[in-house]
């Protein structure tokens, strides 16, 4: 079975960067679409960046202009380079990926990578 495996979390101080990764191992499958998820506590899970196999990238408006996604598509992996990062972004993130099939979407998660934003 496919298992989605993040890294690259840590205590970083407010403006500092960070580069998360995600890489899937498993079986070999093309993902329709891959991204992250952040949930801090108290709130509900919220999307951070996706892209999809046809290149289409979405960023809510806190991140944008901050945080970066890109893939590697020969190693089956997805990065999120976080950039002038707030106290606001701390969070436990979530790789996700999405497969799109005849009968029955499969999403597939991550077990969360903590990013803490303190001085």
């Known amino acids: 079975q496919v298992q989605l495996v993040e890294s690259g979390g840590g205590l970083v101080q407010p403006g500092g960067s960070l580069k998360l990764s995600c890489a899937a191992s498993?079986?070999?499958?093309?993902?329709?679409?891959m991204g992250w998820y952040r949930q801090a506590p108290g709130k509900q899970r919220e999307l951070v960046a996706r892209?999809?196999?046809?290149?289409?990238?979405d960023y809510p408006d806190s991140v944008k202009g901050r945080f970066t996604i890109s893939r590697d598509v020969a190693k089956n992996t997805v990065y999120l380079q976080m950039n002038s990062l707030k106290p606001e972004d701390t969070a436990v993130y979530y790789c996700?990926?999405?497969?799109?099939?005849?009968?029955?979407?499969?999403?597939?998660w991550g077990k969360g990578t903590l990013v803490t934003v303190s001085s």
């Open positions: 498993g079986k070999v499958v093309v993902f329709n679409a």
């Open positions: 892209i999809t196999s046809g290149g289409k990238i």
């Open positions: 996700n990926a999405v497969l799109t099939l005849p009968l029955v979407p499969m999403d597939y």
